[in-house]
């Protein structure tokens, strides 16, 4: 969708254009905040000690009175969380809302670790810079400004829907939106750039995402997608959602609470990781739909493709005294088992996490020094069990974690 600068590492008054597909460049001109925190590619380092603080950002509720009435959506396939069947992932997703985020035996929340390695994993890597680059984490603090990353809203039914104008009306899904003044948008109510408007609906578990969303006189958006959570239906072949691989991207989003319940309770995070590429091939590959590339899938990766940070990294050595170093083991556990997914175009190597709760800067720091040569490309074309759905199942030759 677009190309972001490491933040911070731009000078004042820089002015990129920002491509999302092929035809359509996006103007953004880089705030004085955007500039405070560059992403560095330096090895962790001790940080002063930071308190530990609660969660206390929750996603807002909207529970004003419906105004709008709610547009029928078709019925979902299966009217409740799937649970893992003989031969498919069994790991349990995280509830948000209540609401499954995606069945147990989606591809989202398999465990990838024991798939064998894609054959294009060197070229992609190369590709991607990975000799010299560290992950950078998408997300975090922003003095004086709006958090980094990704916020989402939660509400009810009750909450007014309404039309919503898409530039890209032929790829998205045009029913009523629970959009409104009081949903929180990426980057801030006023800001430039991608402007995401994630809206889960804890009655129905649905998601609404949205690209480019405003709201004023009269709601527009570059492109929406609405997903059945309880569901592994994927989008029409070829169709781009609120990402440019087609995806969801709720499900790829780290947050703090969950960082901090896995830490607390001893259990493990289990689903993939949204991440960008500078340079992707003109081809998508499952569970991705949409493709925003140039180039042959034999040298650059495709949307969709999955990667895992190998088991032979230290993750016991990664820290030891720092602040947070448990919170960071966790992520490391979780990119071994789970991996990340390439959803967008943007800088290498960058991960998606939500705004809220806020990120503990600490935290972020350590996250910033993960090699991305410690990574592989994975292919798990073997799990799926039809191209339109996202549902995942191991067999002989295909094992999950």
Request: with cysteine.
């Amino acid at each position: 969708m677009r190309r972001r600068a490491p933040r911070g590492c731009a000078s004042i008054g820089l002015v990129l254009i920002l491509p999302r597909f092929h035809t359509r460049p996006l103007l953004l001109v880089l705030p004085v905040a955007f500039l405070a925190a560059c992403g560095g590619a330096a090895a962790p380092a001790s940080a002063p000690a930071a308190k530990d603080p609660v969660a206390s950002q929750p996603a807002k509720v909207g529970g004003q009175p419906a105004a709008v009435a709610s547009a029928k959506l078709p019925s979902p396939k299966n009217a409740s969380a799937k649970h893992a069947r003989p031969g498919q992932a069994a790991s349990n997703p995280d509830l948000l809302a209540n609401c499954p985020i995606f069945p147990a035996d989606n591809v989202w929340n398999t465990d990838i670790s024991k798939l064998p390695v894609d054959p294009h994993s060197a070229a992609w890597m190369r590709s991607m810079n990975s000799g010299s680059t560290y992950l950078h984490p998408d997300f975090g603090p922003n003095a004086g400004g709006y958090p980094y990353g990704i916020p989402y809203t939660v509400l009810t039914d009750a909450h007014p829907k309404v039309h919503v104008t898409f530039r890209y009306a032929s790829e998205s899904d045009r029913w009523l939106y629970p959009f409104g003044p009081d949903t929180r948008i990426e980057g801030g109510q006023n800001a430039g750039g991608d402007r995401h408007a994630l809206m889960l609906d804890s009655s129905s578990c649905r998601l609404y995402e949205l690209w480019n969303a405003r709201y004023g006189s009269h709601a527009t958006a570059g492109s929406g997608a609405i997903w059945n959570l309880r569901s592994d239906a994927l989008r029409p072949a070829g169709w781009t959602s609120a990402d440019a691989a087609g995806l969801p991207i709720l499900p790829g989003l780290l947050n703090f609470a969950q960082i901090r319940r896995a830490v607390q309770t001893g259990t493990p995070i289990t689903h993939a990781i949204r991440f960008t590429a500078d340079r992707t091939s003109a081809a998508y590959i499952w569970p991705a739909r949409h493709q925003a590339g140039s180039g042959s899938m034999a040298t650059l990766p495709p949307m969709g493709a999955r990667f895992r940070l190998k088991l032979n990294f230290n993750v016991a050595g990664y820290c030891h005294s720092a602040p947070y170093c448990a919170y960071a083991k966790a992520v490391l556990t979780e990119m071994q088992h789970y991996g990340l997914i390439l959803a967008d175009n943007g800088s290498n190597w960058y991960f998606g996490g939500a705004a809220f709760p806020q990120w503990p800067d600490a935290l972020v720091s350590l996250l910033k020094g993960i090699p991305a040569s410690a990574f592989e490309a994975v292919n798990e074309s073997c799990l799926k069990v039809s191209a339109n759905s996202g549902q995942a199942q191991a067999h002989a030759g295909c094992p999950i974690g």
